[in-house]
């Protein structure tokens, strides 16, 4: 469901995008393995999370990805947004998309080097090549040619002051608290400020990612 989520967005954005600028969206996916952000776009990090529910509930592995901090490669980050997708799962035949239907039309605006590097990180994704998926001998397996459509794309601002999460000032006083090791769930509204945040729908979202991937 992750990899779902993650694809459509990568999706999203090469269509709308030419040869040399879908490599970038390539290069900006960091997904495929354990890091920071599943995007960095800029100086903005996106998370991506995934529901099979109707509200934007999601589970948080760690105060890093609901707070504005550092890219992997030690470049500030200015902002973070998370992308919140609800899925439903349809039956065969009753339209959808599927994983490999959604590799295949980004393969196909990919030159070849970032075909190879997309391919790479697919096979490398949760963090084992042993694990991820491998586009010429999984597209067959049930676990990802299972369809579905999408229920809602909210793309949330996290800087906003309405958005109420623990940040790391205020836990700091509790001395024997392991920090890093929390995880929790988050229940983000389906409007925190009017149609500003979340923005809803994949015109204003993509526009508002291409934005960031220009920012600097």
Request: charged residues 20%.
């Amino acid at each position: 469901m992750g990899l779902a989520g993650e694809l459509l967005l990568i999706d999203g954005l090469t269509s709308r995008a030419g040869i040399q600028s879908a490599g970038e969206v390539i290069s900006s996916w960091s997904g495929s393995v354990p890091s920071s952000r599943d995007f960095h776009l800029g100086v903005t990090g996106v998370e991506v999370k995934t529901t099979t529910g109707t509200s934007s509930t999601h589970h948080v592995g760690g105060l890093h990805q609901i707070e504005v901090g550092h890219s992997d490669g030690g470049a500030p980050e200015t902002g973070l947004l998370i992308l919140s997708l609800g899925i439903k799962w349809v039956a065969p035949g009753d339209g959808g998309t599927n994983i490999p239907s959604l590799v295949d039309r980004i393969l196909a605006r990919l030159g070849p080097d970032a075909a190879d590097t997309f391919l790479s990180r697919l096979a490398q994704y949760g963090g084992d090549v042993g694990t991820g998926y491998r586009h010429d001998t999984d597209r067959l397996v049930s676990t990802y040619s299972r369809p579905f459509s999408t229920r809602f794309e909210r793309l949330y601002y996290m800087g906003d002051p309405l958005i109420r999460l623990p940040r790391r000032g205020d836990l700091e006083m509790f001395g024997e608290l392991d920090i890093d090791s929390l995880s929790f769930r988050i229940d983000l509204p389906a409007q925190v400020r009017g149609d500003i945040n979340p923005l809803s729908g994949w015109a204003e979202i993509l526009a508002r990612l291409e934005h960031a991937m220009t920012e600097s």
